[in-house]
């Protein structure tokens, strides 16, 4: 099933349309609504009019602009662009323009896409509501009131509000399926290494994965088929042979084995509806020809509590180069120390600061062991319970939130219960899988609700069969209707 | 016996215990995790890129050549080269672009090696491992210190040059003892082509571990590290007024305090930097960026079977040669210079090696860059001139420094026959020196006779009549030869 991210491409390499009329359209949305739902940091329309028409010259001159041609595509803002600000929607980084193109964008550039904006995220992908912004919240484009999710909630909203055909995010506990859930659209975490982190500013470098946001799981496929393989410049690239997404759009799920992992279902907080809906998409699949079971992943049960030592630690060491010396925001002080302190107390918002603290303290000799180690030692056993599951089962299959898109401000007191909004989503960037998040129904408020497809490493190929299996059975539930779609 | 009586430096009832923090830049083309020039001395902030000045979103790459050159290291030094990772060395400094430095810390590539002294003493090695270069801050006013400084400047060129840290065990008994360990480790590490060792230059950093102990004991005691010791001389002499400071607290029964002390070359003093307690938290941890490092049983033994010959080794061979011992300060300088293949080429024609050893190690080693350009041949030819008596030692020392600057300049004559013509140092036949000697022979029987009886110190009264009479043509070591055999022969 062509999505719209694929028809635009189909059009404009036949030349039945033109990159500049395809990229007005989604300017015109953006114009519509952006004031209301705040999807960009900053929106690249000159830019993207003249990509658009370097496009439009290809195809006149016969040339092929590249698989996304004239596709437009809207950046998470802390993806690098070569002399546009990447903020990471953080004052610590003001004024800073980046030098060089992060890999994806090149790839992006390469196969035609049109870049129409930077997203806004929660401040350096901290966060699972988009409110941790120096620059303000992005609202859910089904519901002003409520949370798109994060921390890639801008590139969520941007893609569920049509303002982009397709938008990157990065994943680094759920950043990517927990927006796209609660917004309505495909979000895909790769395997770790199958795309370059390199131009991704990093929060937690063991776990950051840069992954795409589709209406469709076609367009999500031809994405991430788009910028997948090994990057010289990232040495956790994966070297070798690359799953192919689109190979596993139409080959159905007939004779797959498929797990419903138990302690997902279980979760803290997780709601009635939401279960349901994870249930109906069991049903659906068994329907389709799987053969789906209930499987228990023990570790993944503390996947949260290792996570939030592992990625504040990485994050305390990541973010320490923001010193007020080199580049962005410097507040001046009486003597080197105090510029540090001052600049960073001004320049990194409060759950940032959060992070770093706990991460430092992680670290710390004497607490090492007890922390960091121990969180790695979990880790481990992490993976090898998914490994002893995958001997069973080709996939896994979970709710991706426990929840449905939450009310602004529900949550911003109370840390722990934002943290929990990722439990699902946490154990994938743990063991290095891909995971996937499609739209499947909605929830008793009407709003949204996504199941989440999980696959061994590397695992791509078949993890996009179930997920396409599912976006087929999910057209005969009733959801909420695609805002973007209701637009021209 | 003691170990101080084996160090033979241990002073009074004290001994010296030192171990050794050698930081060595790598001499590759490129930085350790980017592309950028690995050079010195440049415009600063010119070889830099968004790597080596951990832009955000950048990530490093590692520099297989870099892994290779600390390989060499770790194999002249007789480690182990094992399966190794990276972690970050986190603390706040300005010439560090990413606050952290990227380093090996509980899994280094080399591990348990060891060094031989030339006096054959044995140092253990810890480990020796990868890390990357900060940049270099220059703190303009306020003492040159950063806290009192009107402002700075950071130079990051330097961000990112590879370093191999090279630990020793506390295994150095004294000052002259740890200037020698890195006199040998740096012919080591220029011999595997992998630094230039320029202390001058910063190529080679040294910091000493310090502390003493009562002669005859076993335990280590309380130890201060010291840095900025920037030549082998100032090495020596911060150990000397470390261990003097260290005694003298000792003895008024106050205790050591461990700490960093830094070394002021100008007031020739050690000075507390912080203490233990105020040392920094690295808060250690994998480097995320980085994959696990195994080189390959097979690439490990092809840097092996590379390895060039190393010091020791050459001053085996030197030592073979010429019949001095190869711990010799004569053997050590010529091998320290690269000036033994100058040896090898005068074995080779059957020379006398052991005068040869003595010219390369004084007269060639003080213009050793005119050295570079010494036709070997011309070299042989000299000392064969010498060693037959066709030159006195005056003499060829003349030819030779004269054939130095000919080779340095590439101006004059560099055979060294011609350049004795023209000198006007006429050859000395063999029998005219024996018709010479003979005639001083004859002109003091009394001494003669008592020479042959075994008083040999007359010789060089012989010697002296031999030279007046031939206003200096005559070769010393020619004419006690001769003297030599007329006594053998019974006058």
Known sequence: ?488 | MTAGAVAGEAVGAWETVVGLEVHCELRTETKLFCGCRNAFGEEPNTNICPVCLGLPGSLPVLNERAVEYAMRIGTALHCTVVPSVFHRKNYFYPDMPKDYQISQYDLPINIDGRLELPGGKEVGIVRAHIEEDTGKSTHVGGGGRIHEAAHSLVDYNRAGVPLVEIVSHPDLRGADEAKAYVEELRAILVATGSSDGKMEEGSLRVDANVSVRPAGSQELGTRCEIKNMNSLRSLGRAIEYEVARQIALVESGQPVVQETRHWNEADGQTHSMRSKEEAEDYRYFREPDLVPLEPSAEWVAAVAAALPPLPAERRGRVAAASGLDAGADAVVTVVNLDLDPFVTAVAGVRGNAELAVRRLANEVAASVDQARHLDPDAFCRLIQMEDRGELSTAQARTVLKELLAASGSGRGATDPAAIAAGLGFEAMADDALGAAVDEVIAANPAEWARYCEGEDKLAGLFVGQVKRATQGKADPAAVSALLRTRRQSGG
């Open chain 1, 1 to 488: 099933m062509t999505g719209p991210g694929g028809a635009i491409a189909a059009d404009v390499r036949a030349g039945r349309r033109t990159a500049r009329d395809v990229l007005e359209d989604h300017l015109g949305r953006i114009e519509g609504r952006e004031a209301e739902i705040h999807a960009f940091n900053r929106v690249l329309a000159d830019e993207a009019r003249s990509a658009a028409g370097e496009v439009d010259r290809a195809v006149a001159a016969g040339q092929d602009p590249g698989p996304l041609a004239g596709v437009p595509v809207a950046l998470k803002d802390n993806l690098c662009t070569r002399g546009i600000p990447t903020t990471c929607s953080s004052r610590i980084l003001d004024g800073w323009l980046p030098p060089y193109d992060a890999t994806v964008v090149s790839q992006l550039r390469r196969a035609g896409a049109v870049i129409v904006g930077k997203t806004n995220l929660d401040e350096f992908a901290m966060g699972s509501s988009t409110e941790n912004s120096a620059f303000g919240p992005t609202r859910n484009p089904h519901d002003l009131s409520r949370v798109p999710g994060g921390s890639s909630g801008g590139s969520a909203a941007s893609v569920a509000a049509g303002f982009s055909a397709l938008a990157l995010g990065s994943d680094t506990g759920g950043s990517i399926r927990q927006p796209a859930a609660l917004c309505g659209v495909v979000g895909v975490k790769p395997t770790y290494g199958l795309v370059s982190r390199y131009g991704l500013v990093a929060f937690a470098s063991s776990l950051d994965q840069i992954g795409p946001f589709a209406t469709t799981v076609a367009d999500a496929a031809l994405l991430l088929d788009a910028i997948s393989g090994h990057d010289a410049m990232d040495s956790t690239s994966l070297p070798g042979e690359v799953p192919s997404a689109a190979a596993g759009l139409d080959q159905g799920v007939e004779g797959l084995s498929i797990g419903l992992i138990s302690e997902l279902m279980n979760a803290d907080g997780m709601e009635p509806d939401v279960l349901a809906r994870c249930r109906q998409a069991a049903d659906a699949l068994t329907a389709a020809g799987a053969k789906v079971d209930e499987v228990s992943v023990p570790a993944v049960a503390f996947g949260v509590t290792a996570y939030y030592l592992i990625a504040p630690a990485e994050a305390s060491s990541n973010l320490a180069r923001y010193d007020g010396v080199r580049y962005g925001l410097r507040v001046p002080g009486t003597d080197i120390t105090a510029m540090y302190g001052a600049t960073r107390s001004a320049g990194f918002g409060a759950e940032v600061k959060r992070r770093i603290m706990l991460g430092t303290y992680a670290l710390s000799a004497g607490y090492y062991d007890a922390y960091y180690g121990k969180a790695q030692r979990v880790r481990t056993l992490i993976v090898r319970d998914f490994e002893a599951a995958y001997e069973r089962f080709d996939v896994l299959l979970a709710p991706t939130t426990p929840s449905t898109a939450f009310e602004i401000g529900a949550k911003t007191g109370d840390p722990l219960a934002m943290y929990l909004s990722d439990v699902c989503t946490i154990p994938s960037n743990l063991a290095g899988h891909p995971a996937m998040t499609v739209p499947f129904g909605g929830g008793d408020d009407g709003l949204p609700i996504g199941v989440q497809v999980l696959a061994p490493a590397l695992g791509e190929t078949v993890m996009f069969r179930v997920a396409a299996t599912l976006e087929r059975a999910a057209l005969g539930q009733a959801g909420p209707d695609r805002p973007g779609e209701t637009a021209p």
